[in-house]
């Protein structure tokens, strides 16, 4: 580790906290209603789409958020089959075969943008920007305006409404996304990412061997694939790759780009709230995650791999295996647990090239749900499932029934939770087992040994914690893994949404209790802790023997010199 | 503290031995399905008790071990009945005092009610109606509920209140409700009976006390979906495991499963749970307060704001005389003598208070009056004056506007000193007494609402505890400010009617905030059944017990405070022990993991931080350690956790320091304990 490395990750988590504090406070004044300088924009979009935002109670507006991605998904569905009779499709790629088809489609509905493809190799332009771009919006869209609609619930007292979904998914992608992306893609231009409509170009290098080179809208669909944590990068290597992620610039700005939104969200609601110290205590318990959780990945990356020392191989250059040196450990380090703290699954290096304690890190963010800070929106809703627990089991021990900002935590809001939180360890833990015995499916692994559990682990954990990053070395692309990976997606993203909007239609009916001395404090140091406390020790004890057989004892049996 | 009823201790050996008869009968399935995560410990008790009758008819010689872990299960299951059982025994001890009261009494029920001449038949009081009406007399036992309507009577009510001090019951008024299984020691009344046999309010007592009618309380419901859903995630877990080890080639024995499912779920809290909540009711009721749910002992602790009636509860209620202010031209000492003769056949409260004043501040001697001639004038409503005339003495005290009449002066010719202090005594809320002497106005007599000594100090810990108080009384604004600011309480009603109490209280729900009051008149039943927490007087009319959810048989609105910390105690010993049992989980995982996967994976030992014998003995200390701590924990989860009226952040503090990190820490060093014997006596 170096100082100029931990200088870089203190930078850009300051700068990010900086900008997350603004757009915190912006995005509170827009979803209040207050700020509309593109009211006109609005207008012409809730005329042509026959929106009147009228207040809706949680069935309505879960319905409609449903029934508006239940479309998408079928729209996706059908792009990706239909593909050869659509335009912008230089390269003439055939349809899209069936089971990648529901793997991709779900995949970006539920904004996990998991590629078991590569992009540059089967998808045309057309659906590439018609597509992946316009969910990468939407999905994101969506997640946002579920989290302004849980926000709603604890702002008001004793009402049936939280909001108009359509109304709140016009207002997050015209005036949030929309714009935070045109700068970012120009931004990315300008440091040399491309942005063209031609196929590929043939070159031939210098010894004389031809070779194509993927050209495409790279920088527009980066700038959202960033800001709405989707991941899903235009090529295959993602932003390993120099024409995604070109230079330390481009790999700081990105980093930026993917946390910033999900940053904010918790300012946002102490905004909404009307209680600052609410949305900050949420917003530092998220980057607490990340800050321990880019120490460790630093740490164990630059200790490196005491059977590579043993060769010869310089030590002090830690582990570079699947790393860009454009990057270097520092950078590396913060991008991975950022991307898998958030829900973003972009990558710029190869997780499964990391330390086996440095895989754990990534592997264990996801695992610990969509909080540390989670996905645009979801991040938020996310936390504010798991605050809801930690208030329910530590809020007794100050002697009252326990309340999160005046609203009382009773048994149907514990049902519903310990509901949502019941489907991560189902998915991930369930679908893992079976195929860590299954022949079919342990036949698409790269690795033997612990390794390979770490593979699929991962691919579970990724899919049902809507990342969509990958641990590489396992052959998704098969009718097993799309299909079952395609299923977790679903469930990791609506499972866990429809409990939490029960939850909000709920605790927005309850009269709130002001707040005394006698309350549960829910913005200080000790709630801080004690949210730290049970996301780690639940999702400890959740994933801890699945963890000790993959990870865990591969750092043993590294230490202890063995192979596979 | 007014508790009457002593605690049996902790464990009382007759109650003991009930319990563990009890924990046996518990074990029936039926009634363990209430309580999940005993409910699967008992499933798979009974399947690792299979796989044991398997390896013993097998001989392959994990019969030892599977044996032994089947024993602890059991044990488990076992030690979460008796914590249940023990707390029921306490509870059944006070209801069979209270039953013994109940023996079947002969009542003279009246034939013709309607007539004076007290002919009655004598009947068994299990074959009263409602609406009967009884001749209750000298040495009599009141056979059912009822409400006085002719009469009077001296009542020993001890059977319910544990006081032995007889309490005067009569017809009219607040005083007319009087209780089945009480004696009426003197005199005689005519009750007109208002329970059915079977339903009176011991035999209500009876039922809640015995926990008969226990119902799971909201807060008890909602941690039982918790510790339900925990116990989901953790079978998820466990049953993954199975898969997830087979990849590297171990196949993990049921057994061990088991043990580890086991240890993970919550176990501590899941069997300690029910006694708890039985528990809460239990010192509530030895608090000679009994609640008609355990619901109402939860509000307790939720409580924001309490209504107290100013009169007994922050003041003596009576106005104490505190100085004698005289007029110039007259001494200080020379006026107490002339309202020390005034005073001393005055009998009322006031009265004695000034003769109090007359001997303490001023030092005065009784003067002998017993061969002089007096006449004494007693005070009337009418003239609002009283006094004495002797030796030719004059002396007159009473209502200001009375006294001045008396001297034939008005308040415009009164001498300015005297005007300024009464006055200065009224604005403060004072009563001032005019005092004179043969037509000559000599001084002021200051009467005030003493405010009990150290309520100010309750109150600020009510305030740190988040807790507001609200003093109703029917006097007028200035008096009810004044003697507010003097006890420090946070709000007041001034002229207060049950009407505007019942809106006061429905304001403040309203804006979310619970309430608590205590009552005792029928015209307080509205409000104390619109309260959260309504607090009747045992004293008090059967329509105000009725509207209440609480009876104090104490008769005592002071309690109210109590009350409220009873519940909060109840509350956080149940968020502690919850707290524990889930930080419990952490130590066992890093005993059992490494003792899972030791064939396999070797290099996993280096989890084994507590440095644990073997696999084997790993395991079962686990599952000692869990079954143990659930016995360890039974007399903390009765007592209930030490209250302190601090604010939140404070109790939070002390409480996550001593169960959370107390529940990382503890199992580490229990296990290994446990695994010192366990090897040591060569058990795995």
């Known amino acids: 580790m170096t100082l100029a490395g931990w200088f870089q990750i203190i930078l850009i988590l300051a700068l990010v906290t900086g900008g997350a504090v603004l757009l915190g406070r912006y995005m509170a004044a827009v979803f209040s209603g207050q700020k509309t300088f593109l009211a006109p924009g609005e207008n012409i979009i809730n005329r042509l789409a026959g929106i009147t935002p009228r207040e809706q109670d949680w069935k309505t507006y879960t319905l409609a958020m449903l029934a508006f991605n239940a479309a998408g998904f079928i729209v996706l569905y059908g792009l990706q089959r239909l593909q050869e009779f659509l335009p912008l499709n230089p390269q003439g790629f055939s349809a899209v075969p069936e089971a990648l088809s529901f793997n991709t489609a779900m995949s970006f509905v539920t904004n996990t943008n998991w590629q078991s493809y590569g992009g540059e190799a089967t998808m045309s332009h057309f659906v590439q920007m018609a597509g992946f771009t316009v969910h990468n919006f939407l999905s994101a869209a969506t997640g946002i305006a579920l989290a302004v609609a849980i926000t709603r619930a604890f702002a008001r007292s004793g009402v049936n409404t939280i909001g108009n979904f359509w109304d709140d998914l016009v207002k997050s992608t015209l005036y949030v996304l929309l714009p935070l992306s045109i700068v970012v893609a120009i931004a990315f231009i300008a440091l040399g990412i491309p942005q063209t409509l031609q196929g590929s170009i043939d070159a031939t290098t210098l010894e004389g061997v031809k070779q194509t080179i993927a050209l495409g809208p790279i920088a527009s669909q980066e700038a959202i694939k960033q800001l709405g944590t989707n991941g899903g990068g235009f090529l295959n290597a993602n932003s390993a790759h120099p024409f995604e992620n070109p230079s330390a610039w481009s790999d700081y700005l990105s980093i930026f780009a993917m946390l910033v939104v999900s940053a904010a969200m918790p300012f946002m609601f102490g905004r909404m709230v009307g209680d600052v110290r609410q949305g900050r205590a949420l917003f530092i318990t998220m980057f607490l995650f990340i800050t321990m959780g880019t120490a460790i990945v630093y740490w164990a990356e630059a200790t490196g791999n005491p059977i590579i020392h043993a060769l010869g191989i310089d030590p002090s250059q830690g582990n570079m295996e699947g790393k860009e040196v454009r990057f270097g450990l520092a950078m590396t380090a913060l991008f991975a647990v950022a991307t898998t703290g958030l829900s973003c699954g972009a990558v710029n290096a190869m997780h499964a090239s990391l330390t086996p304690l440095g895989g754990l890190v990534p592997l264990f963010m996801i695992q610990l749900g969509e909080v540390l800070p989670g996905g645009v929106g979801s991040g938020l809703y996310g936390i504010l499932v798991i605050a809801v627990l930690t208030v329910f089991i530590a809020g007794l021990m100050v002697g009252r029934t326990p309340d999160y900002l005046g609203k009382k935590i009773e048994a149907k809001e514990m049902k519903l939770a310990m509901l949502a939180l019941l489907i991560l360890p189902l998915v991930i833990l369930g679908f893992s087992a079976v195929s860590a015995i299954l022949p079919l499916a342990l036949s698409s692994l790269a690795n033997a040994g612990p390794h390979g559990l770490s593979e699929i682990l991962y691919a579970y954990s990724s899919a049902a914690g809507n990342n969509g990053s990958a641990f590489a070395g396992l052959n998704a692309n098969t009718n097993w893994y799309n299909t079952t990976l395609g299923i977790s997606m679903f469930l990791g993203r609506f499972a866990y949404i429809v409990p939490m909007m029960a939850i909000a239609g709920s605790l927005a009916a309850k009269t709130k209790v002001p707040a005394s001395n006698g309350s549960f404090p829910t913005h200080g140091t000790m709630f801080i802790t004690l949210l730290v406390g049970v996301i780690l020790i639940l999702g400890g004890l959740q994933y801890f023997p699945s963890l000790a057989l993959s990870p865990i004892v591969e750092h043993f049996l590294m230490l202890a010199g063995k192979t596979f | ?570 509350l956080m010993t149940r968020g502690s022990l919850t707290t524990f049992s889930i930080a419990n989980d952490v130590a066992k995982y890093f005993a059992i993991i490494p003792a899972l996967f030791v064939v396999t994976y070797p290099e996993l030992g280096a989890l084994n931080v507590m440095h644990l014998a073997s696999p084997q003995s790993a395991i079962l200390s686990a599952i000692i350690f869990n079954a143990l701590i659930i016995v360890a924990l039974i007399p903390l989860a009765l007592k209930g956790i030490a209250y302190r009226p601090v604010g939140a952040s404070a109790l939070l503090r002390r409480n996550l320091l001593i169960y959370g990190l107390g529940g990382l820490i503890v199992p580490f060093i229990g296990i290994k304990v446990i695994d010192l014997v366990v090897a040591a006596l060569h058990l795995a």
């Open chain 2, 1 to 570: 503290m007014t508790t009457k009823s002593v605690a049996p201790a902790l464990f009382d050996s007759a109650i003991f031995r009930q319990a563990i008869t009890d924990s046996f009968f518990k074990l029936n399935p039926r009634a363990l399905s209430r309580n999940p995560v005993i409910f699967v410990t008992e499933v798979v008790a009974a399947l690792v008790t299979a796989f044991w009758l398997r390896d013993l008819l097998a001989s392959n010689g994990t019969a030892w071990f599977s044996g032994q872990i089947a024993a602890w299960l059991w044990f488990t299951v076992l030690f979460a009945n008796f914590a249940e059982a023990v707390a029921e025994g306490r509870g059944k001890a006070q209801a069979d005092a209270l039953r013994r009261t109940r023996i079947d009494t002969m009542a003279k029920r009246l034939v013709i009610p309607e007539n004076n001449d007290r002919v009655y038949s004598k009947v068994s009081a299990n074959t009263l109606n409602v609406g009967d009406l009884v001749l209750v007399e000298t040495g009599d036992i009141i056979p059912a509920d009822g409400e006085i309507v002719e009469g009077i009577a001296s009542v020993n009510e001890s059977a319910i209140t544990g006081e032995s001090a007889p309490v005067i019951r009569e017809s009219g008024g607040d005083r007319s409700a009087v209780t089945g299984g009480t004696t009426v020691l003197s005199d005689w009344i005519k009750v007109k009976i208002t329970a059915a046999p079977g339903h009176t309010f011991i035999d209500r007592m009876i039922a809640l006390v015995e926990g008969a009618e226990r119902k799971k309380t909201p807060n008890e419901l909602a941690l039982s979906i918790l510790l339900a859903g925990l116990t989901l995630i953790f079978l998820i877990a466990v049953v993954t495991l199975w898969g997830l080890a087979g990849y590297s080639g171990t196949t993990l024995s049921i057994t061990v499963l088991v043990a580890l499912l086991v240890t993970l779920i919550p176990t501590t809290i899941g069997g300690l749970l029910s006694a708890i909540g039985i528990a809460g009711m239990d010192r509530l009721i030895r608090f000679n307060v009994i609640a008609t749910s355990g619901r109402a002992v939860e509000a307790a602790g939720d409580v924001d704001t309490l209504l107290l009636d100013k009169t007994g509860t922050i003041t003596y209620g009576n106005r104490l005389a505190t100085a004698f202010i005289p007029v110039p031209g007259v001494t200080e000492k020379y006026l107490a003598e002339v309202i020390l003769l005034a005073s001393l056949t005055d009998e009322t409260p006031e009265g004695r208070s000034i003769v109090a004043l007359c001997k303490g501040t001023y030092a005065l001697t009784e003067p002998k009056m017993l061969n002089k001639k007096s006449i004494i004038i007693p005070f009337s409503a009418s003239t609002r004056i009283s006094g004495i005339d002797i030796d030719g003495r004059e002396i007159r005290k009473g209502a200001v506007d009375a006294t001045l009449k008396y001297v034939k002066l008005t308040s415009a010719k009164a001498p300015a000193a005297f005007n300024e202090a009464v006055d200065r005594i009224s604005r403060t809320g004072g009563t001032p007494l005019g005092v004179a002497e043969n037509g000559q106005l000599l001084g002021v007599i200051h009467l005030k609402d003493v405010v009990k000594p150290h309520i100010k100090q309750r109150f600020n810990a009510l305030r740190a505890m988040g807790i507001r108080t609200v003093m109703v009384t029917g006097d007028n604004p200035v008096t009810a400010a004044t003697i507010a600011s003097e006890a420090g309480v946070d709000d007041f009603i001034a002229e207060a009617t049950p009407e505007d109490k019942l809106a006061y209280i429905r304001a403040e729900q309203k804006s979310g905030r619970m309430i608590a009051m205590c009552g005792d008149g029928t015209n307080d039943a509205p409000a104390l059944a619109q309260a959260d927490v309504g607090v009747a007087m045992q004293s008090g009319t059967q329509a105000a017990r009725e509207a209440g959810n609480m009876v104090d048989l104490d008769s005592n609105p002071t309690k109210l405070i109590e009350i409220v910390e009873i519940g909060k105690q109840l």
